[in-house]
């Protein structure tokens, strides 16, 4: 399977704001009164902007409406209840809070497979494990490396280690499950902030990950064959680790690849860093979403749930 996909589900918010359910265990939401009385408005701002970055790049974007009941305040990110993988497998996740369950609809999936000829054939549907309190949250929980068939997973209390090896015994992958801690000492909620896996590079903030699973994890890595590019805690807190690499067709370049990522982390990356992503990637799209990502503690990868078309 390849690395990258053309095409990505995006979920147009219509009740976004501060989520105190998510809160507990996501920090990098932050409560900010000055944001909260036109949140959904300047996120709809945000999210209409990132579209029309996202095509005039080449990329296929599908747009979901969110409802106007029942109320989902992080809509925003699909990718957290719902992914698309080839041969028409649809998953669908166990989510830690009752209000993002909420946000799971099938329909959304049939509105995909109707844009762009995605075939459903097979339902993955995990969230049988929410009465068990288990929760696998999409690729917020798994950071897949699709061409060494690998699934890397932060425990947590949103990554459920049994329901990771449940995922992979479905679509065929080993599990790589390991601790990782921001810089007080938390656990990071999902291993997207801390790690992204692109077809030619592996950014990964290798100090966070727990000493007793650094070396296994980085063997892993490495065997890969990807360029290792180390992120600092500090690049990790400017959502630096939240990108997601694109694939695209340009007509001097014919097939190429576009990382995506906000205009915080574009930021905050180093400069050795910014340059070494620039030289494995052969274009940046920099998406500014600074309300998302203040009052919904997600960046721009969070709200790419990738289409894996065949």
Do not use: K
Not at 100 to 122: H, P, Q, S, Y
Not at 144 to 160: K, L, P, W
Not at 211 to 237: K, M, Y
Not at 289 to 300: A, K
């Amino acid at each position: 399977m390849r690395q990258t996909t053309q095409t990505v589900l995006m979920v147009r918010p219509r009740h976004f704001g501060f989520n105190p359910e998510t809160a507990a265990s996501n920090r990098f939401q932050q409560s900010d009164v000055r944001l909260q009385a036109d949140a959904a408005g300047l996120a709809r701002q945000e999210f209409d902007a990132a579209v029309r970055a996202l095509r005039s790049e080449g990329i296929r974007v599908v747009v979901a409406e969110d409802r106007l009941e029942p109320r989902c305040p992080d809509a925003v990110f699909p990718n957290n209840w719902i992914s698309f993988h080839g041969r028409g497998t649809v998953v669908l996740y166990p989510m830690e809070a009752p209000t993002r369950r909420r946000e799971r609809r099938r329909d959304v999936a049939e509105l995909v497979a109707a844009e762009v000829g995605f075939a459903i054939t097979r339902w993955v549907d995990l969230t049988a494990h929410e009465s068990a309190n288990r929760f696998l949250e999409g690729t917020g929980s798994l950071v897949i490396d699709h061409r060494e068939r690998v699934a890397y997973a932060c425990r947590s209390s949103r990554t459920d280690p049994t329901v990771v090896h449940e995922w992979c015994a479905a679509l065929g992958y080993a599990a790589e499950i390991f601790d990782a801690h921001d810089a007080r000492g938390a656990p990071f909620y999902h291993t997207n902030v801390l790690m992204s896996v692109g077809e030619r590079y592996v950014a990964v903030a290798a100090e966070a990950i727990a000493p007793q699973d650094r070396h296994r994890v980085l063997g892993r890595i490495r065997a890969s064959a990807r360029e290792v590019i180390e992120l600092s805690q500090g690049e990790v807190t400017g959502f630096c680790g939240n990108m997601l690499e694109l694939a695209s067709w340009d007509e001097n370049l014919g097939d190429c690849s576009v990382l995506v990522l906000s205009a915080t982390a574009h930021a905050n990356l180093s400069r050795e860093n910014l340059l070494r992503l620039s030289a494995v990637c052969d274009s940046l799209l920099v998406v500014p979403v600074p309300t998302i990502e203040r009052l919904g503690g997600g960046s721009i990868r969070c709200m790419l749930a990738e289409v894996f078309v065949d």
